[in-house]
């Protein structure tokens, strides 16, 4: 055995890692010592006596700080991803100690899991009332790097694009088609016919730029000859988009069968929308596994993404007695 392997399996500690993620979060021993109460000594002492014991470099030292070399990074990101499962490890321990059943992270994509989650979460205190979850809401830019570190254990909502699920296993639950939505006040809510140039005058609700909807969007509105206004606003929440087609003319993309609220009631545009997304599902990484909490989760999402979609599909029928539902079953895992 080498001397960086015997350090490595014997003498790596868990202090170690944190004064690795420490130092690279401050890359200044004082503020260091200030934020673990030591003395700026004993952090050098410290630093001094891992990079002696593993034979390596793992800080420059500059006059801008310390700069991790190649060695450096190489362990902070190592560092990194074990003081996650520690800390999985831990909230695990505790529950069980304590009587719970486990904690789940859950990363939601709101525009797409608004109604899927609430569903799979009420599930899921029914089954199990001991098994806690936190819910983090943000974009698939912001998230998936959350999911991928091991800070997530599941992100629900609308599926990214193949091509980016190579580290990520995934399931698809939900088709959900996409509708052009109104206030019931709107002056196209009061029609009969609509035809897509009767949208351009009026101002749209929209996704922000880089998120899964925003260009497939764009493109279907550019093959109607539909050009976006200069008036617009861009957001992600659906509780900012119904709040405002309430009070304004505006027009709204969204997934699902958003106009059944019955304390926000919205007015569905009779055009017909290609298929713009992949379905809704749940992501996870693929190189962690599940935790029997996590898995507990995946079948109460699967569950009630089943329940939604036989009432969507009920709807369908006695809408168009005899006709096709535009909504799939959900697929199984791949």
């Known amino acids: 055995m080498s001397a960086l392997d015997w350090y490595l399996q014997i003498n790596l500690k868990a202090r170690h890692l944190r004064l690795l993620v420490t130092i690279d979060t401050y890359r200044n021993l004082t503020q260091v010592a200030d934020v673990t109460h030591v003395t700026v000594p004993a952090v050098s002492k410290s630093l001094a006596e891992l990079e002696r014991g593993l034979g390596l470099t793992l800080f420059s030292r500059t006059a801008q700080g310390l700069v991790p070399t190649p060695y450096g990074d190489c362990l902070i990101r190592h560092a990194r991803d074990m003081l996650t499962i520690l800390h999985q490890a831990r909230d695990e321990l505790k529950a069980l100690s304590s009587g719970t059943e486990g904690k789940v992270h859950i990363g939601m994509l709101p525009a797409s899991a608004s109604v899927l989650l609430p569903q799979a979460?009420?599930?899921?205190?029914?089954?199990?009332?001991?098994?806690?979850?936190?819910?983090?809401?943000?974009?698939?830019?912001?998230?998936?790097?959350?999911?991928?570190?091991?800070?997530?254990d599941l992100v629900v909502g609308r599926l990214p694009a193949p091509d980016t699920l190579g580290s990520f296993e995934e399931r698809e639950l939900l088709e959900e088609p996409v509708t052009l939505m109104t206030g019931r006040h709107h002056p196209l809510a009061r029609r009969k016919s609509v035809t897509w140039s009767d949208l351009r005058p009026y101002p749209w609700i929209l996704p922000p730029p880089g998120s899964i909807l925003r260009d497939p969007l764009e493109r279907a509105l550019e093959a109607h000859d539909v050009p976006l206004t200069s008036n617009y606003i861009e957001t992600l929440s659906m509780h900012v988009a119904r709040a405002h087609l309430q009070i304004s003319d505006f027009i709204a993309v969204m997934a699902g069968t958003p106009g059944g609220d019955t304390a926000q009631p919205l007015h569905t545009l009779p055009l017909s929308l290609p298929r713009l997304l992949r379905p809704a599902g749940v992501l996870w990484n693929r190189n962690r596994g599940l935790t029997p909490s996590a898995q507990l989760m995946v079948s109460c999402l699967e569950e009630a993404a089943g329940r939604l979609q036989a009432g969507a599909d009920a709807a369908a029928r006695a809408a168009a007695p005899g006709g096709a539902s535009r909504l799939r079953a959900p697929t199984p895992a791949r």
């Open 121 to 152: 979460l009420s599930l899921l205190k029914q089954r199990s009332p001991g098994t806690n979850v936190m819910v983090t809401e943000g974009t698939t830019a912001l998230l998936l790097p959350e999911l991928w570190q091991g800070h997530l």
